[in-house]
């Protein structure tokens, strides 16, 4: 829970002391859980400075010799370092336009990557586009931004996608290449300056390596790129120089916090999560369900409160493992302790993250929840781009209401719990963690297990896994483990795990 020196925020009638919004309307989802501390396995801990305490959500490392969180370095190392004018070229000035590469056009990060070159083509260009088998949503993105070189998943679909461009009129055909080495190729295109990476799955690790190493600036929004990757790839992206710009709202909601801080400025980090499916529901309410309608707590999972998103992710945000993997990736992109990264349920979702910097201030960033605005930041950084009105909403503080917070019950989300160890394990252990999940997720979303059960898989994938441990591994061994992960979890899987269909 959010402190602001050792009080509540629904104690804070008026906070006065450096925060850079000011709550509204508190209620009681904002009180503190006056339970006991869990079992040592509990991701809750309490630290107490004299008189004053504050709830920690996160994991204790104490106990563990598996701390190898500062081996690797970071993106960002606790700030963000503001490019003075002058010193780079503005959008949109002299006819200058940011040119842009694209993987994973026709995915949902693709798409609105697109929306957003379309209504702004004054300041980007797109250059290059890899995309999967969609070939006749691919030929019209061809067909509209017109780059100079595609590619696609594999080579049985050149020639289908050769048809659709055809059939869609494009007489200046760009060069087509198919698979990995097509993607390669558009990452690292000589004319592209940055890389949006929307390929979902180790799929995107290798291209994003060819690009750093191209000297390309990362627009960010796969995850596996740090999660998995990031013991390879933080150290390429020191040596090459090159910039990881965060799509993913929490994480870009922390980038724009940490603009112009001082060396040594930000103390502490603070996720948010939106709680998912389950946050009004207790572990013995639970518990109940997976014993005795099994179906209806399998249905609940894939049901999100607040948005209408694919299954996979739902169920993500249902066990909070988004927010165990969003914790990893914010070690592997700010250098932050994971002793000083926070999570915190906010269920309106408008609070996209927040941080705590060296004297006690807090700074957030706000907004209604829409993926395109991080999008947008990655590409314009350092820039800001005016919107128009009627394609992205401004926030309405009085339409916005109530915002409310309250602790994570580590024992309802024990993916808190596991996400922490992973991390401070280091190497190859947060790829399994974030495979594993995966394949367990698959597992329960086909019913071949229950909800309980994604937890124990994961679990017994990442203690299995410690055997084999490598700490500063390649991109080989990045890939390897992945799939290791996946097979052991489908090993471990009996038939009497299945939940009715």
Known sequence: LFFIRGRSVHQCSAIRSGLSFMMLSAGPQQQLSSRAPGPATSSSSRVRSGARSRVLIRCSSSGSSNN????YGACWPGRCAIPEEGTYQRLGVDGYRKKISLLGSTGSIGTQ?????EEHADKF???????????DLLAKQVKQFAPKMVAVQSADSIEPLKEALKAEGVTD????????????????HPDCEA?????????????????????KDICLANKETLIAGGPHIVPLIEKHGVK???????????????QGLPEGGLRRIILTASGGAFRDYSLDEMRFLAENDPLALHAKATTHPNWDMGAKITCDSATLMNKSLEVIEAHYLYGTSYDDIDVVIHPQSIIHSMVETADSSVLAQLGWPDMRLPILYTMSWPERVMCSEETWPRLDFIKMGDLTFKEPDTDK???LTLGYAAGRDGGTMTGVFSAANEQAVAMFLDKQIGYFDIFAVIEKAC??????LVLDPSLDDIVHFDQWARDYVSSVVSPDMAISK
């Open 463 to 468: 203690e299995k896994h410690k055997q084999e």
């Open 125 to 135: 260009e797109v250059v290059a586009l890899a995309a999967g088998r969609n070939v």
């Open 113 to 117: 990557t697109l929306d957003i070159a």
């Open 195 to 215: 890389v949006v990476t929307g390929i979902v799955g180790c799929a995107g690790l290798q291209p994003t390596v060819e690009a750093i190493k191209a000297g």
């Open 244 to 258: 990881i710009l965060p799509a993913d709202s929490e994480h870009s909601a922390l980038f724009q916090c940490i």
């Open 68 to 71: 190898n969180e500062a081996r």
């Open 173 to 188: 055909v760009p060069e087509i290449l198919a698979g990995n080495e097509g993607a390669i190729e558009v990452a690292r």
């Open 413 to 415: 989300y024990p993916s």
